[in-house]
């Protein structure tokens, strides 16, 4: 193991506030907004919130605290970060992994952006409270136009260039800080409509009345694991990223645990709060699925009073959440491609942009693509990416190494010796369920089985990249750091 990574002049977060707000912005998205709600209806509600907490803080919290730890430890993106662990050679392709799964993450989760932004566009327009207006029809229409989905992709990934580019502090950090709070804002307002609905209160029965048989049945505790882990986005290889920028007397507990975690569970149930009891009030099934945000909320809009302006302030809401999210995905791979090649900001942005661009379109021309990809790199690539940074720090540089230099210094909390065997044994073990639950679940399935397998040469493809680079004396990297701002 390489001795302590030696730090160098790096761009950091303007203030503690902006580091908050890109974490939660980074994890409050599609998984939050659009998944959690309909993942609830179709898993008990209340029984399902319940289990989703106690994973959330068992699990996701103390891996968060972990990977945001090792962005500070070693100042460096995930390629970076795992040479100083590791040291120089091929084993540094783990961070290669890490990679190439955030870049496939962020090519089908650009045009799923675009989605939200056509829809944000049309509240605004008030489409959907317009005479016959259908759903259904409506949403047909647009997955079956390709090139408007393309485009709406092209558009979604050129302004997220334009904002990367400005850089950490006055571009990331200035969107942020805005962005998060104006989703929340409009989530309580839309809220409050919501519980002035006759028979409202029904949706608040669904989310918190816990069903004791729902609770104990796998399905509901599998379906919450995944939400717990997808909507904090461990392992994506962002907290790490983001806790490259951490100021010298910035918080990981507090900050990259706790409250990241408080703060994204706390806006997804606020999303829940604000489409159930609008959902009950005019009746419809809170189990209707992934269409329950695309189609059935959209449905009710015309039936309420201020039906239009609710529209608003609901994709508004969610085109924000995904924007931020992506643009947070989208700097990981800046961050390491700056790090790693002799290109400046401006050129890397353009350079990863402009890849991931290209890989989207088959996501942006069908819909079919795009679900398929998700549940390849959701129920595979993601388990294997938060395998290679946990397994790292809990089996290489030492989980109780990391919790004394990194995660306790400067900390608001003291994380005691109960985190080390989290990080050495539960999580992987967790992570290793997860690929092998879903590997047995869709054996039957060919092209599963064969995304399957693209996601198992990850590993090699990213050995062999890193022994032909370190072989040739390592990283042709610059010695300036990224950040565009300092």
């Known amino acids: 193991m390489a001795d302590a990574p030696a ?182 307002v839309m809220t409050i409509r919501g519980l002035t609905l006759p028979g409202a209160s029904e949706g608040i029965t669904f989310m918190f009345s816990v069903d004791w048989g729902a609770l104990a049945a796998s399905e509901t505790w599998i379906a919450a694991l995944g939400q717990a882990l997808f909507s904090t986005g461990l392992g994506w290889g962002i907290a790490l990223t983001v806790g490259s920028y951490l100021r010298e007397y910035d918080d990981v507990p507090l900050g990259g645990g706790v409250f990241t975690a408080l703060g994204e569970s706390s806006i997804g149930i606020l999303a829940a709060l604000a489409i159930f009891p609008i959902v009950f009030a005019v009746g419809v099934e809170p189990d209707a699925g992934a269409g329950l945000a695309f189609v059935s909320l959209v449905q009710v809009f015309p039936e309420i009073p201020l039906g239009g302006l609710v529209a608003i302030l609901f994709f508004v809401g969610f085109f924000l959440a995904t924007f931020t999210s992506g643009l947070l995905i989208t700097e990981v791979s800046v961050t390491t491609v700056s790090e790693e090649t002799r290109l400046d900001r401006t050129q890397t942005v353009l350079a990863v942009c402009g890849g991931i661009w290209l890989l989207g379109i088959p996501s942006a021309y069908s819909a079919d693509i795009l679900d398929f990809l998700d549940f390849v790199f959701g129920n595979w690539g993601l ?48 992570m290793l369920f997860i690929m092998g639950y879903f590997a047995w679940e869709n054996f039957r399935e060919p092209e599963m089985v064969a995304g399957m397998l693209v996601i198992v040469l990850f590993p090699i493809i990213g050995y062999a990249i890193m022994s032909v680079v370190e072989g040739r004396g390592g990283k042709p990297g610059t010695t300036e750091v990224t950040g565009g701002d300092d």
């Open 7 to 188: 730090k160098t002049a790096r761009a950091e977060w303007g203030t503690r506030f902006g580091f908050l707000m890109a974490m939660i912005g980074a994890m409050v998205g599609a998984g939050n907004i659009w998944r959690f709600p309909y993942v609830m209806g179709d898993n008990g509600g209340g029984a399902f919130v319940l289990a989703f907490l106690v994973l959330l803080f068992l699990l996701a919290v103390p891996g968060l605290m972990a990977e945001v730890a090792l962005g500070r430890y070693t100042n460096k993106g995930v390629i970076g970060a795992f040479r100083d662990v590791l040291g120089p050679g091929g084993m540094v392709g783990l961070g290669v992994i890490v990679l190439l799964v955030n870049i496939a993450l962020m090519s089908y989760y650009s045009p799923l952006i675009g989605w939200t932004l056509y829809y944000a566009v049309h509240s605004l327009l008030f489409t959907f409270t317009a005479s016959g207006f259908e759903a259904g029809a409506f949403m047909d229409t647009f997955f079956a136009n390709s090139a408007l989905m393309i485009g709406l992709h092209t558009i979604v990934m050129g302004s997220i260039a334009a904002i990367l580019i400005l850089g950490i502090r006055r571009g990331v950090e200035r969107l942020v800080v805005y962005a998060v709070p104006a989703l929340v804002i409009a989530l309580v």
């Open 383 to 430: 388990p294997l990416a938060t395998l290679a940074i946990i397994g790292v720090i809990g089996w290489v540089l030492g989980p109780k190494r990391l919790r004394m230099l990194a995660v306790n210094r400067n900390a608001g909390i003291y994380v005691g010796k109960w985190w080390d065997p989290v990080i050495k044994y539960v999580i992987p073990a967790v």
